[in-house]
């Protein structure tokens, strides 16, 4: 992967494909490796870039504290060494809280956004301090504690299962730390969201254990000229479970 120093820290991205832009974001806590099928079914219809967040994948860690606004700042800090100006973006879980950052910031290079299994609400106090407890243990125990939390709340299905907790256990404490206090600290973006005015793509499986689709259909009730994409029987990993819905309907971006 290629490794750029932006914003104080070093991204690594892929980039793959020809067409119009289009930047994946991967969830917490995994890597751009999620969107690999994804990738494989849309690099003739954009040009892809997949960022590593900031302590994810090959991108390391900070310890200091940081927000989704600064992880929005990294991809814009790439995005001006890759000299792209605009672009769609797509989001999938605290991805897509990373890219209605970046839109919230740089609306004037956003040229369409996807959220994919996420939502715009803040964290309710209870979720916040669950937050803080994880990372507590996370320091003491490890990502594992993330993996046994997580995993089957991402699938029913047992492959993707396998995929999903190997890609939580290659990730560092520190990376999964920082992404939970961040996600902790983030902002209600719901009045934003309202006032977007480039195409918005709502994907969302109908039995996401993790962000019920519901919060999907509050977005659509608030702005009727996003496009929601439901999917039948799927969790809260569109990309592997649906894989070719998924990219269909990411084409919404095109
Ligand atoms: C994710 O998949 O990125 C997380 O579940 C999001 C969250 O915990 O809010």
């Known amino acids: 992967m290629e490794k750029t120093l932006v914003n104080n820290v070093m991204l690594a991205h892929e980039r793959v494909g020809s067409g119009k832009p289009l930047m994946l974001i991967h969830g917490f806590p995994l890597d751009h490796t999620l969107w690999n099928e994804t990738a494989s079914l849309l690099k003739n219809d954009f040009d892809l870039i997949l960022p590593d967040l900031r302590g994810f994948g090959e991108s390391p860690a900070v310890d200091s504290a940081y927000t989704m606004t600064d992880m929005a700042d990294d991809l814009a800090g790439l995005l001006n060494h890759l000299g792209v100006e605009k672009i769609a973006l797509a989001g999938h879980s605290m991805g897509g809280y990373v890219a209605l950052a970046f839109a919230g910031k740089y609306p004037q290079r956003v040229s369409g956004l996807g959220l994919v299994a996420s939502q715009t609400l803040a964290d309710t106090s209870e979720r916040k301090d669950g937050r803080y407890k994880t990372a507590k243990q996370v320091a003491e125990n490890g990502v594992g504690v993330v993996a046994d939390a997580m995993t089957a709340k991402f699938s029913a299905n047992e492959k993707t299962q ?83 819905k998924t990219a269909e309907a990411l084409k919404l971006l095109k």
Not at 168 to 196: C, N, P, W
């Open 162 to 244: 396998g995929e999903i907790r190997s890609l939580i256990l290659r990730q560092s404490k520190s990376g999964v730390m920082g992404a939970l206090k961040a996600m902790a600290e983030r902002e209600d973006l719901t009045l934003l969201f309202a006032a977007f005015d480039f195409p918005v793509a709502l994907i969302h499986g109908d039995v996401d254990e993790l962000i019920p689709v519901d919060r999907a259909r509050e977005l659509k009730a608030a702005r009727s000229f996003a496009q929601l994409i439901e999917l039948a029987g799927v969790g809260h990993a569109p990309m592997m479970d649906a894989a070719e």
